[in-house]
């Protein structure tokens, strides 16, 4: 996966605007019908998909519905769930950290839409699944619970710690 993250970050302009929302949708599909993958697999699945949605976020309107999309895993199964708030924290997470080789103008561009289009209703997710969690709407096991509870707060956290301008710094600097 870090192949081919490398390969579409380094190459995004030699892929038509049909063929970047495919391989999305193909890996996006590919998470949700294989839920159970080890923790560094899936991770990395999400973090490709966040890379393709962040880089063609101003190409085609389907990338910046991903938000909406990820809502029908937080209402599939509980391991869904889990694999739904991790492409939202991923997706945060990506959206406020600038990509080696765009200009900052281009991230700042794409962190404002996002902001502007998607953080909020991303925030509500975050939160409405603490509320079904703390009414014990979602029935499973304490350690699915354990970690729906990590990755709802992570995401709370992620929300409130946007760069709301676009202008952090990279923090690696």
């Known amino acids: 996966s870090n192949s081919l993250m490398s390969l579409i970050t380094g190459h995004w302009n030699s892929f ?7 391989i999305r949708n193909y890996v996006l599909s ?7 993958h080890p923790n560094y697999v899936t991770s990395q699945l999400v973090r490709l998909v966040c890379r393709i949605t962040k880089l063609g976020w101003f190409d085609d309107r389907s990338h910046r519905e991903l938000p909406e999309e990820v809502t029908k895993f937080l209402q599939a199964t509980v391991e869904h769930c889990v694999l739904g708030l991790k492409l939202l924290n991923g997706l945060v997470e990506e959206l406020n950290v600038p990509t080696t080789g765009r200009t900052l103008t281009q991230h700042r561009k794409t962190a404002v839409s996002f902001r502007d289009v998607s953080l909020f209703r991303v925030f509500q997710l975050a939160l409405t699944t603490l509320s079904q969690l703390k009414t014990s709407t979602i029935q499973t096991s304490q350690q699915n619970l354990s970690t729906l509870t990590e990755q709802s707060l992570t995401l709370t956290v992620r929300c409130l710690s946007f760069d709301f301008i676009g202008t952090n710094p990279d923090e690696s600097s």
């Open 16 to 22: 038509t605007t049909s063929q970047r929302l495919e």
């Open 30 to 36: 590919y998470l949700g019908n294989n839920p159970h």
